[in-house]
């Protein structure tokens, strides 16, 4: 075992407070778990830069593309997501996190995230990239 066997441990801990979170939320909403996971994706596909497509959104949640379509039209309903006609190409759709989806969960994750922000702040560049490949590399397949 080695001298930071003890990261791994706080990489569970952090891993199971951010489940909790995202039950709570989940219930405090009426969603779904995958409702949930599909709100991160399409927020993360932004960060990103990439498309935020219905395929794009089934590949990263291994959903078939009725069942995307299910969840899509479902979040849609609830004022979560929103559709646009993608600029590149017209006959395919992007899909959006509405502001209200973002400032809700902005509000709810505040408390968790804050801290973890405040936290990176102040790592120096070092630092910063040495967290960024030990959270790349322990997450990687």
């Known amino acids: 075992?080695?001298?930071?066997?003890?990261?791994?441990?706080?990489?569970?801990?952090?891993?199971?407070?951010?489940?909790?979170?995202?039950?709570?939320?989940?219930?405090?909403?009426?969603?779904?778990?995958?409702?949930v996971r599909a709100l991160v994706a399409l927020l993360d596909l932004e960060r990103d830069g990439l498309p935020a497509t219905p395929g794009a959104l089934a590949a990263e949640l291994s959903l078939s593309s009725a069942a995307c379509t299910a969840l899509v039209d479902r979040m849609a309903a609830a004022g979560l997501v929103g559709r646009s006609p993608d600029p590149a190409d017209r006959r395919r759709v992007r899909l959006v996190v509405t502001d209200g989806a973002k400032r809700l969960g902005e509000e709810f994750f505040a408390g968790l995230l804050g801290p973890?922000?405040?936290?990176?702040?102040?790592?120096?560049?070092?630092?910063?990239?040495?967290?960024s490949r030990f959270l790349a590399s322990a997450v990687s397949p």
């Not at 930071?4 to 952090?14: D, F, G, K, Q, S």
């Not at 973890?116 to 967290?131: F, G, H, Q, S, T």
């Open 116 to 131: 973890i922000r405040a936290a990176a702040a102040r790592l120096d560049p070092v630092e910063a990239a040495a967290v």
């Open 1 to 35: 075992m080695s001298d930071n066997e003890h990261l791994v441990h706080e990489l569970r801990a952090a891993t199971v407070r951010f489940h909790r979170a995202m039950a709570a939320f989940a219930t405090e909403n009426a969603l779904g778990e995958t409702d």
